[in-house]
T-cell receptor, first 117, second 111 residues
Framework: GAVVSQHPSWVICKSGTSVKIECRSL??????MFWYRQFPKQSLMLMATSNEGSKATYEQGVEKDKFLINHASLTLSTLTVTSAHPEDSSFYIC?????????????FGPGTRLTVL | LAKTTQPISMDSYEGQEVNITCSHNNIATNDYITWYQQFPSQGPRFIIQGYKTKVTNEVASLFIPADRKSSTLSLPRVSLSDTAVYYCLVGDVTNDYKLSFGAGTTVTVRA
């Protein structure tokens, strides 16, 4: 149980294009999902918190107009990288916290490798 | 978010027990302690979670002293496949349960 999927697993795009990444909780509902970014040899950096039915809250330094997050259902959140540039190349990971639980367990997706040429 | 401190790296050999201690001096009353494992190019995998005393599952044990200012993850009889980065995290229950990842501990298991 507690499986989170991401699609696509990797994507290569040209500079200036937009890329959408999907995060799905497969066997549980998640009121809250999180998006992280991880550069090589570094730790995960929280980008934003996504709550179903409301606007995402972004961490300091993360451009909300560049990283659009939509959490339209209890099992799906999407991250759209708009007008991507090479510096946006990174490993993007989502996580989901099961609804109704009293603890902070987050279950992570397998990640999406974005390469912007 | 409660800050955690753990060793940058640890080396071990197959069959040995590995203990990783994490400090979280400013843990709040309602915070839980969670450990994750991450392999290269993969998302973190949940290992274990606890609030106090000892928790054990099929993969690991977690020891938490009474003051909860530290915790120790114990991996029994490690194998080569346990080579990974291990993260100790304390969730912020007052702030959407956000997690702040530190550098983690790179555990290298040798034959």
């Amino acid at each position: 149980g507690a499986v989170v999927s991401q699609h696509p697993s990797w994507v290569i795009c040209k500079s200036g294009t937009s890329v959408k990444i999907e995060c799905r909780s497969l066997d549980f509902q998640a009121t809250t999902m999180f998006w992280y970014r991880q550069f090589p040899k570094q730790s995960l950096m929280l980008m934003a918190t996504s709550n179903e039915g409301s606007k995402a809250t972004y961490e300091q330094g993360v451009e909300k107009d560049k990283f659009l997050i939509n959490h339209a259902s209890l099992t799906l959140s999407t991250l759209t990288v708009t007008s991507a540039h090479p510096e946006d190349s990174s490993f993007y990971i989502c996580s989901a916290r099961p609804s109704g639980r009293g603890t902070d367990t987050q279950y992570f997706g397998p990640g999406t490798r974005l390469t912007v040429l | 978010l409660a800050k955690t401190t753990q060793p940058i790296s640890m080396d071990s050999y197959e069959g040995q027990e590995v203990n990783i201690t994490c400090s979280h001096n400013n843990i709040a009353t309602n915070d839980y302690i969670t450990w994750y494992q991450q392999f290269p190019s993969q998302g973190p995998r949940f290992i274990i979670q606890g609030y106090k005393t000892k928790v054990t599952n099929e993969v690991a044990s977690l020891f938490i002293p009474a003051d909860r200012k530290s915790s120790t993850l114990s991996l029994p009889r490690v194998s080569l496949s346990d080579t990974a980065v291990y993260y100790c995290l304390v969730g912020d229950v007052t702030n959407d349960y956000k997690l702040s990842f530190g550098a983690g501990t790179t555990v290298t298991v040798r034959a």
